[in-house]
């Protein structure tokens, strides 16, 4: 198997636990450990090899009518004068004050701190005017992904892939 990994729990949702872009044997050791910490000396790990790029869900009924979704993991966009964290903070009360988009607020557990470490910036940095930082590489609205239409945007061959 080659790098980079991703390591998750055999069971579980919402993207917990999931650690992604792992480099070296070293840091999957490292990820191990820190996973069996959190549940268990006894737990069971799913390693794949990652398979960078976006993600779509293609969704079809019984009719054959389609819908197709891009799930972008979470992230802030910069504006040059606030941090990662009070973008963030931003982002998710808009979100929490408008609830028709039913998106999530932006989570800040191990795995974004992980993956902010793993990029070289802290809660602290602050991005460039439309700068975008992503926070995780899962795409988990419960998380604070976001979603969008790309029904429009999609090749008739992948929904007639969806739809065999």
Sequence with gaps: MGYPLVVKPNWGSHGD?????????????????????????????????????????????????????????????GDGQHTIKQLAAIESECRLSHRVNCLCPIIFDDIAKYYLQKIGKGLDFVPASEEKIYLRLTSNVAKGATCEDATDMVHPSVVEIAQK
């Design 17 to 77: 636990n999931v650690f992604c872009w792992i480099d070296s044997a070293e840091e999957l050791k490292e990820v191990l450990k820190l996973l069996q910490s959190v549940l268990g000396s006894e737990a069971l790990f799913i390693v794949e090899e990652m398979c960078p790029g976006k993600e779509y869900r293609v969704f079809i009924t019984r009719n054959g009518d389609f819908a197709v979704i891009h799930r972008d993991p979470a992230h802030v966009i």
